[in-house]
């Protein structure tokens, strides 16, 4: 090996201490502005998903969507997720761009979000100016379109949340990823009341309404906007080492007195000491390397077998039991979370102000339901609110009650509020207890992928592994395990939940089972979760 080639090599390890990698325990601590820039991802993502909330069922029946294919609609994304999320979570642990592991996966999803997004919002108008006669025909396409964007849309948003958390992960310290936890419900609770506030204004009777020709494109052009700004910074928030680097580096940093670092008294070994060795022979410099060559070659094969499918289930499959309940609280979670959000809407417009949605439209009864709609939406509002005030007092909280009490309080402040709400519907009490919907959405987005980085490193003290256990699985496809568990939840409740309202003749049922299947959830995070001391 030349001394050109020997000094470029050296230089490329010394700069990757400016990553953390040669770091054996901690990464470098991040300043609270590049934490608030990673967050900005959350911020878009929750802040589209309000507005596909208080829009997707009026563009529905606007492009006149049959009834029966409501259940298709909503089952097919997360059908998928459940499906393809471990996958993606391997993918991005071996992925070797140079751009870093997280962040490929990141823009194509985003990239995804905003497709769809343009889908379902302007499909029909795209299909109308190409298809200027009206028949069956414009009628179809108009539905395929934006039954295309919904799931597409769905999909990318539900999807993109893993890659995001596994990013924390792989660049931050362990004080930083509980801080950069709680910037993310922080944002996500901000975002979401933004768009929801955006959602409830009357663009038609304003001049961007008119300029822009519907309200669907307003608040397309807007969701456009936000989006790609908080996806642009949230990428250029932390810089990512290439897989291949981290990969040397964590073979090297168990060996300190690697030739290879050496070489160069000024050479710094991670953020924690200097190496003053000046003098090494030639000889043992190559041998380190030829022996380095050596080990990339065999952690290339060990990437190909990891990635087969075969393998790819085996590494879930065998989770320590640990990681498993907490899969399962995550699911019980957001069972209960989304069961109760998903039919909040419809629950105040029925029952809070016994509106009817099948009744004439010019009739009491329906503008009764449209007002208890419109308040709901406010209700959802104030969820988000709280969210994001929650998230903030968490970091208070912990110090007190830990992670377990903030885990069993987020499920029974939430099964308790809920159950009220079914047993005493009203319609001022019910907007004051949607603050305990906040409590339970923050709860659900920071505590269990903290227990997760806290397994994590617990993992790392015990045995010296490097990007991925010894078991095949890395924080990618630990953090897809978790969040596919949301995809699970929504499965379940189109499966079920249509069919409880049916028997029971009433949506009230709707409330009722989200507030047992939260305190039962209590219950199980209180006697079956681990938490590392």
């Known amino acids: 090996m030349s001394d050109s080639s020997r000094q470029t090599r050296i230089q490329k390890y010394t700069s990757l201490a400016k990553f953390g990698v040669f770091d054996h325990t901690e990464s470098p601590r991040r300043s609270t502005g590049r934490l608030i820039?990673?967050?900005m991802a959350m911020f878009g993502r929750e802040f589209c998903y309000a507005v596909e909330a208080a829009y997707v069922t009026p563009v529905l029946l606007t492009v006149g969507l049959p009834k029966s294919l409501y259940s298709m609609v909503w089952l097919i994304s997360p059908i998928l997720g459940f499906m393809l999320q471990p996958v993606v979570g391997s993918a991005s642990d071996h992925c070797k761009s140079s751009w870093g592991k997280r962040r490929p996966y990141i823009l194509t999803l985003g990239i995804m979000m905003l497709l769809g997004k343009a889908l379902y919002l302007n499909g029909d108008a795209v299909i109308s100016a190409m298809i200027t006669k009206p028949s069956k025909k414009l009628t179809d396409w108009a539905i395929s379109i934006t039954m295309l964007g919904v799931v597409l849309f769905d999909f990318a948003a539900d999807f993109i949340?893993?890659?995001?958390?596994?990013?924390?992960?792989?660049?931050?310290?362990?004080?930083?990823?509980?801080?950069?936890?709680?910037?993310?419900?922080?944002?996500?609770?901000?975002?979401?009341?933004?768009?929801?506030?955006?959602?409830?204004?009357?663009?038609?009777?304003?001049?961007?309404g008119r300029l822009l020709?519907?309200?669907?494109?307003?608040?397309?052009?807007?969701?456009?906007?936000v989006f790609t700004t908080c996806l642009i910074i949230h990428l250029c928030s932390i810089p990512e080492a290439p897989l291949c680097d981290n990969q040397e580096a964590s073979m090297l940093q168990h060996n300190p007195q690697s030739p290879l670092l050496m070489q160069n008294g000024n050479c710094d070994y991670g953020s924690?000491?200097?190496?003053?060795?000046?003098?090494?022979?030639?000889?043992?410099?190559?041998?380190?390397?030829?022996?380095?060559e050596e080990a990339r070659e065999n952690n290339e094969e060990q990437t190909q077998s990891k990635m087969t499918m075969k393998s790819l289930l085996k590494a879930i499959l065998s989770m320590p039991s640990h990681y498993r309940y907490l899969c399962v609280s995550h699911l019980i979670g957001w069972t209960a979370f989304l069961s109760n959000m998903l039919f909040f809407t419809d629950f105040m417009g029925q029952i809070v102000y016994?509106?009817?949605?099948?009744?004439?439209?010019?009739?009491?009864?329906?503008?009764?339901?449209?007002?208890?709609?419109?308040?709901?939406?406010?209700g959802l509002c104030i969820n988000s609110v709280f969210s994001s005030l929650y998230s903030y007092f968490q970091k208070v909280l912990l110090s007190y009650v830990g992670l377990k009490g903030l885990y069993i309080m987020g499920y029974l402040l939430f099964g308790l509020g809920t159950g009220f709400i079914g047993l005493f519907p009203n319609v001022y009490?019910?907007?004051?207890?949607?603050?305990?919907?906040?409590?339970?959405?923050?709860?659900?987005?920071?505590?269990?992928?903290?227990?997760i980085a806290e397994y994590h490193r617990e993992e790392e003290g015990q045995?010296?592994?490097?990007?991925?256990?010894?078991?095949?699985?890395?924080?990618?496809?630990?953090?897809?395990?978790?969040?596919?568990?949301?995809?699970?939840?929504?499965?379940?409740?189109?499966?079920?939940?249509?069919?409880?309202?049916?028997?029971?003749?009433?949506?009230?049922?709707?409330?009722?089972?989200?507030?047992?299947?939260?305190?039962?959830?209590?219950?199980?995070?209180?006697?079956?979760?681990?938490?590392?001391?």
């Open 161 to 208: 949340d893993g890659p995001i958390k596994a990013y924390l992960f792989d660049v931050c310290s362990h004080q930083d990823k509980e801080k950069g936890l709680h910037y993310h419900a922080f944002f996500t609770g901000f975002g979401g009341a933004l768009g929801y506030l955006l959602g409830a204004i009357d663009w038609s009777n304003l001049e961007l």
């Open 429 to 451: 009490s019910t907007l004051v207890l949607c603050g305990l919907f906040g409590v339970m959405s923050s709860t659900l987005y920071t505590v269990p992928f903290q227990l």
């Open 354 to 378: 016994h509106g009817d949605p099948y009744a004439p439209h010019n009739s009491t009864s329906f503008r009764m339901y449209e007002r208890g709609v419109e308040v709901g939406c406010w």
């Open 463 to 533: 045995q010296d592994t490097g990007l991925t256990s010894s078991s095949g699985r890395g924080k990618g496809i630990d953090c897809a395990a978790l969040t596919c568990m949301v995809q699970l939840a929504q499965i379940l409740i189109g499966v079920f939940l249509g069919f409880l309202v049916i028997s029971a003749g009433s949506v009230i049922v709707v409330v009722i089972v989200a507030s047992a299947v939260a305190l039962f959830g209590c219950c199980f995070v209180a006697l079956f979760v681990r938490y590392v001391e």
């Open 213 to 225: 020709g519907t309200e669907f494109q307003v608040m397309f052009f807007f969701s456009a906007l």
């Open 272 to 292: 924690l000491e200097k190496v003053r060795n000046t003098y090494m022979k030639t000889e043992q410099t190559e041998l380190a390397t030829a022996k380095l």
């Open 37 to 39: 820039m990673h967050s």
